[in-house]
């Protein structure tokens, strides 16, 4: 199975409850989703003419629309090619769960990798069962109950105080089932953002996700 394949690079995971963890990160390309604030909107469109070759997708290193197409064996050999070290493969986008990751999460986790998805929930999470799967709700999009079911982590971006709302939505959904781990992630490191984030997440117990690459200045 090949997948569009967008960027890879090896950096430190900066969201949710693996902040700090060195990671691969594979961020394939295409987003029905369109979110107004998105900070990968070059990964929206999926179009032939942006196609380009393997050899230019290693040497790519300013965001683009631009994509590779590649199997597993020719991200192994990546990862290899850079000499990546880092053993938890972050799968990102664009939203990836247009794709079928089931191979994909398998064979890299016969290679000794651990994977985390970071999907919108919108669409039907297909993946090992050793995945880790971040679902990060957009507000009034159709969120799955089965992404939310299938997730192990819930981070969800807030700007306004009103977006809360459709989180707790969601979390009617998690009632009665297995303890989940609870993110708040305040958008574009606005200020007021983030005081409603601390506030929340004080009361309940939950955990900040405050994009720590946006103060590393790293990618
Ligand atoms: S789901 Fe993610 S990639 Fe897609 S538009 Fe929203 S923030 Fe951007």
Redesign the pocket.
């Known amino acids: 199975m090949y997948y569009p394949i967008n960027e890879m690079f090896q950096t430190i995971q900066g969201e949710g409850y693996y902040t700090g963890t060195p990671s691969i990160f594979i961020r394939l390309q295409g987003?029905p989703?369109?979110?107004k604030?998105?900070?990968?909107?070059y990964?929206?469109t999926c179009l032939d003419r942006n196609e380009i070759s393997y050899d230019e997708l290693i040497k790519k290193n300013t965001p683009s629309s631009k994509w590779s197409s590649a199997n597993v064996k020719k991200i192994l050999f990546y990862i290899k090619q850079k000499k990546w070290t880092a053993k938890h493969v972050v799968i990102t986008?664009?939203?990836p769960c247009i794709y079928d990751l089931s191979y994909l999460t398998e064979e890299l986790e016969k290679q000794g990798y651990k994977c985390q998805i970071e999907t919108?929930g919108?669409q039907l999470v297909q993946c090992s069962l050793n995945t880790w799967v971040t679902v990060?709700p957009?507000k009034n999009q159709n969120t799955l109950r089965a992404a939310i079911l299938r997730s192990n982590e819930i981070k969800y971006p807030v700007l306004k105080k009103e977006d809360l709302l459709y989180l707790d939505k969601i979390l009617l959904v998690l009632k009665n089932t297995k303890k989940h781990h609870i993110s708040l992630q305040p958008i574009s490191q606005n200020k007021e953002a983030l005081d409603i984030c601390i506030k929340k997440c004080t009361i309940n117990n939950w955990r900040l996700s405050i994009q720590l690459h946006k103060y590393l200045l790293i990618q």
Not at 37 to 41: F, G, I, P, S
């Open positions: 987003c989703i369109h979110c604030w998105c900070d990968t909107k990964t929206w986008g664009g939203e919108s919108t990060s957009k």
